[in-house]
């Protein structure tokens, strides 16, 4: 069977301290919780700092990489994502035991892919070269986020915002600086690029 995992790890984790650090570990596990539950996700941490996901589609795997990284940026930190996507050969639990290419893959992209902090393999295709910018593109743009654009960001991308005024009130501000942060964060660029991962990502 295939599927799609991705493997990810708080950046410089050794010099948060002990509370921001379990802050950024109970946000993430509230959004693992929310794709366990909806979304058809297995998730898994360790090292205290690590945690693989697997799904059985890539239907919106940049949304939930994208959400993932959001989600860190907005607690002031960030994380490293490695998505693969291919043959799994055993589900196991703890997930960490499971086998196949997905996971050997994804694991040893997260330890290859310096200096960036997304990178996506599919297994048997060769991505196209534009679509690897696209990548390295909202990488960066995402990389650049300030704690208020990348929460801005989270709600509208994790669709908990259908407009601006909901992103408002979710932000506790007034919907013209929602809206500022939306476009300081480069929100058409990101959701464009969603747009086109789903059409292209297999090509």
Known sequence: ???????????NSQKLSKDKLTEIINQLN?????LAQSAQYQYYFFR???FQLYTPTSTSVFEVAIALRLIV???GSDVRLSIAEGP????KSPLATSTGWAFVHSGQGLDQMKPFALRYQQYGTELCPHFELNIQLIDHLVGETTVKQAKALYYYISR???DHYK?????GTSRVNATKLLNLGNYQFIERFL???RDTQLK
Not at 167 to 171: G, T, V
């Open 88 to 91: 799994v050969e055993q589900l």
């Open 1 to 11: 069977m295939n599927g799609t995992v991705i493997s990810g790890d708080i950046i």
């Open 167 to 171: 992103l408002a009130e979710l932000l």
């Open 195 to 197: 747009e086109l991962s």
């Open 160 to 162: 908990q915002a259908d």
């Open 73 to 75: 940026r907005a607690c």
């Open 30 to 34: 509230e959004w693992f919780e929310f």
């Open 48 to 50: 205290g700092d690590g």
